[in-house]
């Protein structure tokens, strides 16, 4: 099948299986190789994008559903201020030990503050526990979250200080 | 890791490096570290010389420093070039980072295990980059005709420091390149006190291409007319093909080829199993779910861990195999003793679970092979390949690609050869890819382990008698790979009369280091069973361990004044004894010596009415010597480290069933989540020693220190992994 996709703001056709996951399209077929593949399963969130803003798993995503969704990857994240801000902060909190997971963990922070400008750490906790960092950079995540929302990095949780 | 121990003191540690200076393509100075008698193959390969030179200082004064060892996440791509950088003196933001080739001849030993590159590399690499600094300096002072000891260095530039004239590194090196090398062992060193970059965060340099999503790691590898592959392994370890459907397999859609590969009984190397090759990834993957195979499983399929659980308790009734350690008189000082203790423990299997699945391109051709590998062990891999597919070394280049997580996983290149060996079957460059299911089912797992203890204390409450009987896994008196346990394992040396005994039961699964191999076991049965003697005592738990530490005197490697010190700042910082811990909160302390590195460390965790647990905060203390080098990296890596124990304890475990594993994903084999990571505090003491690395030592006692705080909070000992919160309940 020929589907007409619209991925970080441009028009791309391809030729898929209906059923192919929208993962390996982006990875296999465009050539974009900033969504990472981890469980197929949609259990680690190494493979986010948004879907009209939204985060969604790009691995159990077949393409023949996504339609005329407006899909943003990694590769895109620098579309906006809010995107570039978050990148930054990744950087400047030294966030990355691997970095196989930062892209997940990126688009489903990016995603979390285009929602949510100020998050508690309650709210940083149900929308990136679906997105496993096996080097567990888990704190500076947390951080760097923070820090791109102009918020004082400290976590409210600790309270043993 | 004793491989990797073995790999370093041979090509490395005892034979004295020179540097070899030329100029570099282009014009410039080019560097290069050497060993004596070492091949090499300058001669017409300029610009593969110019790729793995140490150092290369082009005429305008870019400065490149290429980094030898695979990066895994630990930051060494980040840490070694400031160890040049350094001594150098360049200013840290105009040095270009290159990554190595595999290529020993060049290079020496090129592995990512152990936290071994810290106090391998720690002076050499210095020396280098004091080398390189020394040369321009002469170089300068014969351009002015004056004594190189009136010359000084400055961000890239020479001073002639009399007269203030300067000339910048980019000027001086061609005629630097004309110089005699100096011997390393001569060239001076920086005091500390006047780093620059050494001591200073540094972030690390891939992780701009990280944020952005550039292709870096193995899996985003490309080759031109590259086909995609799987490769179906038995089930059950060490299970060969004996017929499978391939004409079905091969009119699936996007397949190429499907083909029998018959392997052998080597764990490391070639496995038995069906190969899918095709145009695109997911299309051979969805074409398994045609393929059928007939599997001949071998003995392998009677093993479980339920029959090695009962197994181990058999053979704890028995005399140990053989005695590792039989210090006094354990018998007559238990039957002495005041107070007895007893109790047995276990960890189970584990996998490393990287979350960039193993994967591995290769093109084979003429003869020849090149790899893209992620990989911690390149120059093994390349043995694997040369012995499995009849090439010689020299036949092989390799490539190391940025991995996504090690762990010790990717010391292991089972990956390699099977993509090197589709490729050749293939006639093309193939990519081969696991799934997450293959990952976790054809892992070199962290071995599980048994452990009977006995304590006996005096009237003092003092440790007088101690005994460990360890079922473990291995044959003819041989531990399985990270199975075994050292004659120095705390307390012994520490307690008067101490037996430490090993038995061993045959396993047909692979198992291999995970990170602090060994360690990550052992830390948790034995100070989780210090942390019951001190109870028995009725003593504090951090204080009865400093007085079990005793004298500050060094033992063996092992410096029991360090450890001391860890702990009395552990103590410090968590604010131990002095803090009001709630009702259904503890806290719990361990320590535990491995990597050369020092770490005491201390958990606040709480376990809620339902059972439900809660860890609240980690404290970790540790001496890893003298200098931080990179203090963003060691704080990320202890953090990490850490929050990595507290996943493997409350979650982690693999079950052998019918000699197959019965995990396959992250649904059923558990890594920590973001709301299960606590906040953890990291303080190092500095002390007058070598620094030592860090990837490994922070994770091994944090798992007696959270199971010790649980018993803090409910009076309830978990004495095997993972923890059962029922136990709670």
Redesign the interface.
Known sequence: MLYTLLINGKVCKVEA?PQ??LL?VLR??L???????????S??G?CTVHSNGAPIRSCVTPVSSVGSASIT???G??GTVLGRSV?SA???V??????????GQ?MSASALLAKNPKPSDAD???A???????????????AAIKQAAGMPIA?S??T?A | MTRVKDAARASGESRRAFLRASVAVGGGLLLDFSLPGALRARAGSAAASTLNAFVQISNDGAVTIVSKNPEIGQGIKTMLPMLIAEELDVDWASVRIEQALSDPARFGVQFAGGSRATPLNWEPLRRVGAAARQMLMTAAAQTWSVPVAECDTESGNVIHVPTKRSLSYGRLASKAATLAAPDLAQVALKDPKNFKIIGKSQPGVDSPLVVTGKPLFGIDVTVPGMLYAVFVKSPVFGGTVASANLEAVKAQAGVRDAFIVSGGPVFNGLAGGVAIIGTNWWQVDKARETLQVVWEEGATAAQSSAGFAKQAVELATQAPGSKLVADGDVTQALGASARRLEAAYSYPFISHATLEPQNCTAHFRDGKVEIWAPTQNPDAGRKIVAKTLGLTDADITIHMIRCGGGFGRRLMNDYMVEAAWISKQAGAPVKLLWNRQDDMQHDFYRPAGFHFFKAGLDNAGKLQAFSDHFVTFGENGKAAPSADMGASEFPAKFVPNIELGISFMPLGIPTGPLRAPGSNGLAFVFQSFIDEVAHAAGQDPLQYRIDLLGERRQVGAFDAGRMIDVLALVRDKSGWARRKVPKGSGMGVAFYYSHLGYFAEVVHATVAAGGKITVDKVWVASDVGSQIINPTGAENQVQGAALDGIGEALGQVITLENGRVVQSNFNDFLLLRMNQAPPVEVHFLKSEHPPTGLGEPALPPVLPALCNALFAATGVRIRSLPINPQLFA
């Open positions: 299986d192919m996951p390996w296999d077929l050539d974009m190789k900033g969504t990472k593949f981890g469980c197929g399963r259990f680690c190494a990857t990694i590769e994240v620098a990148q990744w950087l400047s030294d966030v990355v030990q691997c970095g196989y997971c930062q892209a990126i940083i906790d149900k990136m526990s679906g997105n496993i960092c096996r080097c567990a950079t888990y704190t500076r995540i947390r976590d949780r600790d043993l």
